[in-house]
């Protein structure tokens, strides 16, 4: 039987460093909801769309053959059969991706996507926002994940700085927090723990200690 583990919550909590150990351990696929939403962001940016136009954006869907695979502990974005996983990491994808985001209709295309990739992958590890409440309700495991602000924006340039990007760390600060609010607010999909899911504070944890508590976890309820 396939189990579906669902690791939800805001940016820079860990979850996509976490998730990726976890399938790894687990032997699991490992699927990053945040890239399907910022590879439509960035195939609507290519094809000159207005993002918010939902017809326009669905053409772009529909014609731009996205993928999405599991490549070395990594996940290999590709539009067209380009890669673009590196692109859609981009200041500017980032600052764009709430016009998807936020669309209901976008969210619908999105949510199949994700169950389609479930049904084809078996047991998987599933992180974003929405994975517990919407998209995967029955899921086995549910987490949420979650760290101060100041923490979460911290390890964010950390990242940045390791890839050789400047990035002013109250300019990340700032950019995560009107993230999280538009996540927050939002009438479809908002960013919030579901009803059943284990909460996890991260802020004074490494990887290792959320990989290894996770893990008890399930180990524990199996
Ligand atoms: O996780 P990541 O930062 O890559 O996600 C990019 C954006 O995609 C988030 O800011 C959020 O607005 C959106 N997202 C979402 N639902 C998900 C995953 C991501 O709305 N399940």
Redesign the pocket.
Known sequence: MSTIITI?GP?GSG??TVSKQLAGKLGYTFL???????AVTWAGMRSGVDLNDTAAMTEVINSSNLDFQNSGGETLVTCRGEDISDEIRSRDV?EK??AV?ANPQM?NILVKMQRDFAARHGSIVT?????GTV?FPDAMFKFFLDATLEERSIRRYKEFKAKGIDYDLDEIKKSIEK?DN??IKRSS?P?KPADDAVRIDTSEMSVKDVVGYILNHIKSGA
């Open positions: 939800d940016a979850k996509s990053d909801t945040g890239a399907m939403y910022r980032t991706v709430n985001a969210r992180e974003g926002r929405d994975q998209v993230r538009s996540d999909g960013l």
